[in-house]
């Protein structure tokens, strides 16, 4: 625990005070209007006798009305060396605290004079009952203080506080002894001929120490406090003088005027410096006072990391005296925030006061937090409820009654009976065997089983990791009660014969809460965790709620498990409150839960500062996360989609309530949907795209449809094509993400391609830059691998890399973006696209952007382009084009993960044949088909060298041949995986025809050959199949265009059929 801390240097704090002060007197009052230093005239009744420090007639009284514009003024004009005036006054004593001695005077140079920091130098001084009594010689008081500053125009020494050295003349001109500063500087005065003011004051402090301040002008204050080596509370002359070698302007002074005060000296100090949230333990912070002669008060401030309101009772910012009283106390009373937050500190600084010197300014109680957040007790509780809501009357007299029986069984009662705000509840089947396990308590998470009973163990340890390797979602995932609503529903489909259901539910719900205090920070990330802000999110968003109403009239929930249900609902909004991840589905997630905590619960007197939180963060989510495009910023269709699902919940919620959102959901919300649409396969499937998994768009393009009723593409989606119209266009680009979508028509038997050419994405990445996936007429063919689970094994690791991808490979090293600068997650990259009735062509590139490398050294051997044609409807032709940087020899790799049993190689042409026949087992949905699906047959370019090998299900010495779908029991499924290598020196290209055919056809046995071409182009002729249909086509090497025949063409490609030239 932090100890309190206080300033206790007053040279740092105090700040002169101007005004009237209590027992004010003037002991020299110097204005010169009898034109004598000398005062011989007695025309100045308070006036002084001025000396200097030389023989040398030098000083004299003139008339500078038009400078200083008082009349008379003295005039020093010294011709040489070090030169000073004095006068002498009665004793004066600080004999107490708060007493002060005060000198005002202005002054000007009649000729602006050189720069000389420190050059003018003034004190008041103790002349130990030596005084001056003639012109001449100099003086060792070293009992003086003052201060020093500039007297010319260029100096940048400020104004400075300063003692006497010990034996050196009174104002340090000579000497070892010199003017010593102390304390703060105030700011730096340009002489030239104009007045200035200036006043110098002594106060003796209630530690015996003296407080020196000194002003010129309105500038910045100089003030110090000294206690050692010189210190006297007796003055009875002023010095004023110059210093500095050879140094010796003119001047002029007037109404020099020293007065004797007693100022009101104000402290604060912590008498109890350490308040906590245990036990509500209150901080005291005393502010005293010198002068209690009339009441007063005292103005301050409050800063620090704890916060008035949410982490103690807010501060009145004034503290008041009585007459005759000289302290009084602040209380700082914690408030219990329900949020493990550690230690936080309440700084009070007082302000000024006329009249006041400020000896210490600030002081400091630590707030120590409870850091085992456990639930409050009923009386914090119920100071957390709006009392004052329509149906608490009966809540509200009991809590002013301190009768807190009453109290719950009257808000638990209110609860019951209540019918609005409204949570909807969906037409839930319960999962009977999750339900039957949970009895047991025995659960699959994450595709793994554990038993927590086996004899003698009964308890559920909610932390528990039985994962090996180690995977961290099955604790982090248990804590989110997936089958609670489960529960409810079974025990209310039939509450007579599903008692044990409920019983289980309440269970758990007492155990849960009750062994899972709140931690001191977010613990996002932490293993074990029960409190990371997606499974709040998770659980206050759905689950939780929707049991919590299931169950509300049911007998068993007593009314003192409603109220441990409530308070602990409150706990984890103030959780959500306090933390968030910032970015990513994670925001979703979390503010759906806050912001459904805020309004299905308005009883709580923080309901409208969650909704409004809620709001506000999925604004900047969706606006800093969702490309214009559509496309959320982690390129995973799982995640995305679920962005979509929660800030539809918050949208519905709303909606059911008359509870307001805001226009930035629905400016995203349509792209966002519309991004499902254009990425759809034909199947109205969509690739597993880095860490996602398999979903349909149907369900959630009906929900589009529902917000966006002029979206008539939504509804034909949704339906199929029963209702609604077709989309406008076919193929498709992502321009901000990079994907470009190629397909024949919106039909379940169209063919369908995409290539991934984007950014690295954010949070669920995979190494996967121009991956390639292809359905040929609505069958998965070539395909994304998908995501093994978030666990520590090799198969994770693999499944992240680029050799779980179909896509172009470079000396058997892995692509490497994951090292990355973090804003280059969000860069549009460069995708060549061009669309039309016949065609489509896209290309990206990897190894030209700065952080795209190799292997874990990140190296750049070379730099790939991958081009694609589509060859409407079911044909394909790609071009991998590896342009050396290094002009080494290496290894280029094209990789083909297949949706087949057994793919057929023909080893004259290294023709692949991806067909999944009648009584063979599809891969992606793990099923033995009961028919022969159509086919894709996938030709290589024979380069010279090139060869092709086919694994599946390989794990040594290098894992490959495997398909993945986290989160299941079966985790991996073997697939045919197919990689052609060729090892050369110099540029190299590769290439590829696939053609597609339907069930009902022969696999179609296309032919490729190199095409004869001029430098700067390379090509391909293709033959489908069909006569006639012989087409070549080209692309532009190292950002040259295409030629043919002696043609340039202006695009970036071309193809060139029987029927002319085709490009875009």
Request: aromatic content about 10%; proline content about 6%; charged content about 15%.
């Amino acid at each position: 625990m932090a100890k309190y801390s206080w300033l206790s240097n007053l040279a740092a704090v105090s700040v002169f005070a101007f005004g009237v002060t209590a027992r004010a007197g003037v002991v020299l009052n110097e204005p010169f209007t009898d034109g004598s230093r000398s005062n011989t005239s007695g025309g100045d009744t308070q006036g002084g006798v001025w000396y200097y420090d030389s023989t040398t007639p030098e000083l004299s009284v003139v008339n500078d009305a038009g400078g200083l514009g008082s009349g008379n003024a003295l005039r020093l004009a010294p011709t040489s060396g070090f030169h000073k005036l004095l006068t002498f006054f009665s004793p004066q004593t600080l004999a107490v605290a708060g007493d002060t001695i005060t000198v005002t005077f202005d002054y000007r140079f009649p000729v602006a004079p050189g720069s000389s920091g420190g050059g003018l130098r003034v004190g008041l001084l103790s002349s130990g009952g030596t005084r001056q009594t003639a012109d001449g010689g100099s003086r060792s008081d070293d009992k003086n203080y003052g201060f020093s500053t500039n007297a010319g125009g260029n100096s940048g020494t400020g104004t400075g506080v300063a003692y006497e050295g010990a034996g050196d003349d009174v104002l340090g001109g000579s000497g070892a002894g010199a003017r010593i500063g102390f304390g703060t500087a105030g700011d730096s005065v340009a002489s030239g001929t104009k007045k200035h003011s200036a006043f110098l004051q002594v106060t003796r402090l209630t530690t015996g120490a003296l407080l020196v301040q000194a002003r010129l002008d309105n500038l910045g204050l100089a003030s110090g406090v000294h206690a050692a080596p010189v210190l006297t509370y007796v003055f009875d002359g002023f010095a004023l003088g110059f210093g500095g070698t050879d140094y010796y302007p003119t001047l002029l002074l007037d109404n020099v005027v020293v007065t004797t005060s007693r100022q009101n000296l104000l402290d604060i100090t912590a008498t109890q410096a350490n308040a906590s949230e245990v036990g509500l333990s209150p901080g005291v912070l005393t502010v005293t006072r010198t002068d209690t002669s009339t009441a007063s008060s005292v103005p301050y401030t409050v800063s620090g990391t704890a916060t008035g309101g949410g982490d103690y009772q807010p501060l009145s910012g004034t503290v008041s005296f009585a007459a005759g009283v000289g302290s009084a106390t602040l209380t700082v009373t914690p408030l219990e925030d329900w949020i493990a937050e550690g230690n936080e500190t309440v700084n009070v600084t007082l302000g000024q006061v006329p009249g006041a010197i400020l000896q210490t300014r600030s002081a400091t109680v630590t707030l120590a937090d409870n850091t085992a957040v456990t639930l409050p007790s009923d009386a914090l509780f119920f100071s957390k409820l709006d009392l004052g809501r329509p149906g608490l009357d009966a809540v509200r007299t009991a809590v002013r009654a301190g009768n807190y029986t009453a109290a719950r069984a009257s808000l638990a009662a209110y609860f019951r009976a209540r019918t609005t705000p409204i949570f909807p509840l969906s037409n839930l089947t319960p999962n009977t065997t999750q339900i039957n396990d949970a009895l047991a308590h025995r659960y699959t998470v994450v595709g793994t089983t554990y038993d927590f009973e086996p004899e003698p163990v009964t308890a559920i340890n909610w932390s528990y990791n039985p994962t090996s390797p180690v995977n961290n979602e099955w604790p982090w995932q248990l804590n989110r009660h997936a089958w609670w609503d489960d529960l409810a529903q079974a025990y209310k489909n039939n509450p007579s014969a599903n008692e044990a259901y409920l019983k289980e539910l309440l269970f758990e719900l007492k155990d849960w809460i009750t062994h899972s205090p709140a931690p001191a920070t977010s613990s996002n990330g932490q293993a074990g965790s029960r409190w990371r802000t997606i499974e709040v999110g998770i659980r206050l968003g759905g689950v939780w709620p929707s049991a919590f109403f299931r169950v509300l009239n049911a007998p068993a929930l007593t009314d003192e498990l409603l109220i441990l249900w409530l308070k602990s609902f409150y706990m984890q909004a103030r959780h959500l409150q306090a933390y968030t991840a910032g970015a990513g589905n994670w925001v979703a997630i979390e503010q759906h839960g806050l912001f459904t905590m805020g309004t299905i619960f308005p009883e709580f007197s923080e309901a409208e500062t969650w909704r409004t939180l809620a709001i506000s963060r999925v604004e900047t989510m969706l606006t800093n996360d969702v490309f214009p495009d559509g496309a959320e910023v982690e390129l995973t269709p799982g995640y995305h989609n679920g962005v979509i699902a929660d800030v539809e919940g918050i949208k519905s919620l709303a909606v059911l309530n008359s509870v307001p959102t805001s226009p930035v959901f629905d400016a995203r919300l349509e792209g966002m949907y519309a991004y499902l649409m254009w990425l759809s396969e034909p199947n109205r499937g969509v690739p597993v795209l880095n860490d996602s998994w398999p979903l349909t768009v149907t369900g959630r393009l009906a929900n589009g449809y529902a917000s966006f009723p002029a979206r008539t593409d939504f509804r034909w989606m949704a339906t199929n094509g029963t209702a609604g119209v077709m989309p406008a266009h076919t193929s498709h680009l992502f321009t901000n993400a990079g994907q470009a979508v190629m397909r024949s028509g919106w039909g379940p038997s169209d063919s369908w391609a995409l290539l991934e050419a984007g950014p690295y994405g954010s949070g669920h990445q995979n190494e996967d830059k121009l991956g390639l996936s292809v359905d040929g007429y609505g069958q998965r063919h070539i395909l994304d691998t998908g995501t093994y689970d978030y666990d520590a094994s090799p198969y994770r690791a693999y499944s992240l890399s680029s050799f779980a991808q179909s896509q172009p490979i470079i000396d058997g090293l892995n692509q490497n973006r994951a090292a990355q600068n973090a804003t280059e997650d969000r860069i549009a990259a460069p995708v060549v696209w061009r669309t039309s009735a016949l065609y489509d062509y896209a290309a990206g590139s990897y190894g030209a952007e700065a952080p795209e490398g190799w292997g874990p050294n990140r190296l750049k051997p070379a730099v790939t382009t991958r081009h694609v044609f589509f060859v409407k409807p079911d044909g394909w032709v790609v071009i991998d084009d590896f342009r050396v940087l290094d002009g080494g020899a290496h290894t280029y790799t094209g990789l083909f993960h297949l949706n087949d049993d057994t793919a057929v190689v023909d080893a004259a042409t290294q023709r692949l044949t991806v067909q999944i026949n009648a009584g063979e087992v599809d891969p992606f949905t793990r099923a033995v088909s009961t028919t022969t699906r159509p086919s894709l047959t996938i030709t290589p370019l024979r380069n010279s060298g090139q060869t092709l090998s086919v694994v599946k299900g390989q794990e040594t010495p290098t894992i490959s041949g495997w398909r993945f779908e986290k989160d299941t029991t079966w985790k991996k499924w073997p697939i045919p995986t197919a990689r052609f290598d060729l090892t050369t020196t110099g540029d190299a290209r590769m290439a590829y025809v696939l053609a597609a055919a339907p069930a009902s056809s022969a696999p179609r046995l296309p032919t490729i050959t190199r095409a004869a071409t001029s430098a700067g182009t390379y090509g391909v002729t293709v033959s489908f199949g069909t006569p006639g249909d012989e087409r070549t086509f080209l692309v532009g090497l190292n950002g040259a265009r295409p030629s043919w025949n002696g043609v340039t063409f202006a695009s970036p490609a071309a193809i060139i059929s029987s029927s002319g030239a085709y490009t875009w």
